[in-house]
Every structure is written in C-alpha cells, then in structure tokens.
C-alpha cells in the first residue's frame, strides 16, 4: 500500500490536508480532477472495500447521503487499498431535532439494506452469541465476566431481522446542512440488528423505555468488545449490566 497509488486517479491528484484516520486507515483530503474528496488508505481487503463501495454506490442511487466513490482512471472503484469518494460538506448534529433527523436517516438506511449480505469477515452481534472471533472484535481477548455481560445484552436482540447498520455515527460522522442529513465513515459498517444504530442522544429514534434499554445495553457491549482494550472500551463496558 503506498499513496503512489493516488495517481490511478489521474495525473493531477493530489493529497492537501491529513483527517482523522486512527490505527487502521490513513485519511486525507484530496484534489482529483479539480474537485476536492477524501481518499482512505488502509488494509481492507478487496473483499471488503468491494462490499463497502458497492453498498455506498446503492445508498446513493437510492437517495441517501453518502460519500459516493470515484473512480480510477481505468474504472476501478478502489486500487491497492486505497478509495477516494466525494467530499461531504456539513456540520455535526446539535439539537434534540438534529438527532431526530439522524434517526430519520439510520432508519431509511436499515430499510433500504434489508436482507443485506454480510461484510466479508464480519460477525453481527448476535452472530457472537456463540462465534469468537469477527474481524475487529476477538471475545477471547476479553475477561470471562465480560464476554458474558455482552453476550447477555446481544442476547436480547436474537431473532430480530437484520440489516446494514453503520456502526459508528458518532457527531463526527454526521453531516447535517439545511437540507439533508449525510452518513460518513463507513468503515465500522456491516449487517447487524438496526437497534445498534437507534440508541441516540435525546432518544431522539422514540423508542419505548425496554426498546431502548435493549438497544443501549447492546451498542455498549457491541463498542467496549470492538475497541477493547483501552480507556474507551472500559466506559462503555460499565455501562453493560453485570450479570
């Protein structure tokens, strides 16, 4: 993987300013063809980024706000780890009614993606009722007591329908202007129970007191076993019900 690559893009393309990225992926704004995007670079698989494009490529025909992948000169949606997609503008959600558009969102993506396939190599939460190991989460690496805590909120969850949740849609990873409410950061994406995605500031998806007991109980445990093992993953376990 090297940002020579970038130049599948086009002669011109250019990297301007580092973003956030973290351990995984190094992320910067770029210039292609005179247009400002964002250009990811990282070790997903081909497997992986094709299932990531491809979804982004259908949300966007669909209508949803998305960052929508631009292509190599030769046509390839990706090349050697490395995707470029179209700059989002916006700002992250503040009030109670921002959050209720959000949730208005996450809900049309749960519609549009049901009976989705997985995410190569992914696990869903309930998957992990009994697998181990799914991509970034490996329950062996956790203490006994809190594999049991997040299985027992997971639990509550099996035999509900599934679909593609995005995983991660944190202020950062919203962009709301006037007019629209756009999703970015697709990379904790994958096909899981939409209640991970519904436990929101404000309560802002309106769920019922169980409803949304059942969905902060299983977002917690599903983010303290994705990021385990730091200071994050400690908050969110502690807020995982001992058994």
């Known amino acids: 993987m090297s940002w020579q690559t970038l130049r599948r893009w086009g002669d011109d393309a250019e990297r301007i300013e580092r973003l956030s990225g973290g351990v995984a992926n190094d992320v910067w704004r770029v210039r292609v063809g005179g247009q400002r995007a964002v250009a990811r670079l990282g070790s997903r698989s081909d497997a992986d980024l094709a299932w990531e494009t491809g979804l982004l490529q259908h949300l966007d025909r669909a209508g949803l706000s998305v960052p929508v992948p631009i292509a190599t000169t030769d046509g390839r949606l990706f090349a ?26 996450l809900r049309r993506l ?25 991509t970034k989460i490996d329950l062996n690496a956790m203490p006994a007591e809190a594999v049991a805590r997040c299985r027992a909120a997971w639990a509550r969850l099996a035999g509900r329908p599934t679909s593609v ?17 756009a999703l970015i950061d697709w990379d904790e994406a994958h096909v899981d ?4 995605d519904l436990a929101l500031p404000h309560n802002a998806a309106g769920l019922d007191a169980v409803a949304l007991d059942i969905a902060a109980q299983a977002s917690a445990a599903w983010e303290a076993a994705v990021c385990w093992n730091d200071a994050y993953s400690m908050k969110r376990l502690a807020e995982v019900r001992a058994l």
């Open 80 to 105: 050697d780890g490395l995707v470029v997609m179209t700059y989002v503008e916006g700002g992250p959600p503040e009030t109670a009614a921002d959050w209720a558009r959000v949730a208005e969102t």
């Open 193 to 196: 129970v939409p209640d991970l």
């Open 110 to 134: 749960h519609r549009l993606t049901e009976g989705w396939a997985q995410r190569p190599g992914w696990r869903s939460s309930t998957d992990l009722l009994h697998a181990e190991i799914g």
């Open 165 to 181: 949740v995005h995983g991660d849609h944190n202020p950062g990873n919203v962009r709301i202007t006037a007019g629209r409410v």
